[in-house]
């Protein structure tokens, strides 16, 4: 059985870090994509950051870029998101997923697997 499990969220200052980790058992994935996803209150599921199976092409929303970093582990089956300078606009709770392909995409639906979510609340 395919699990994804989420940790790291919490409540934060706006201007601070977090880290979010996000832990696959059941398989492997290290020949596959994973992304990280955020959803705040009454709105879409939206996409955040992507990374290849080998790490070496990584994709973020526009909202995001030069503050998050996501990165991989392959022999830990772990991927992460770095969050710096974070804004209350950050304010959603994060799911990370796993893709179907091995590039790095920003579709939602080219993920299968997903984690039940992890909150992440930033106060100005």
């Known amino acids: 059985q395919v699990q994804l499990v989420e940790s790291g969220g919490g409540l934060v200052q706006a201007g601070g870090s977090l880290r979010l980790s996000c832990a696959a058992s059941?398989?492997?994935?290290?020949?596959?994509?994973m992304g990280w996803f955020r959803q705040a209150p009454g709105k879409e599921r939206d996409f955040a950051a992507s990374?290849?199976?080998?790490?070496?092409?990584?994709y973020y929303a526009d909202s995001v870029k030069g503050r998050f970093t996501i990165s991989r582990d392959n022999a830990k089956n772990t991927v992460y998101l770095q969050m710096n300078n974070l804004k209350p606009e950050d304010t959603a709770v994060y799911y990370c997923a796993v893709s179907r392909r091995p590039w790095a995409t920003t579709v939602r639906s080219d993920y299968d697997y997903w984690g039940q979510g992890t909150q992440v609340t930033v106060s100005s």
């Open positions: 990374i290849s199976w080998r790490g070496d092409t990584t």
């Open positions: 059941g398989r492997t994935f290290s020949n596959l994509a």
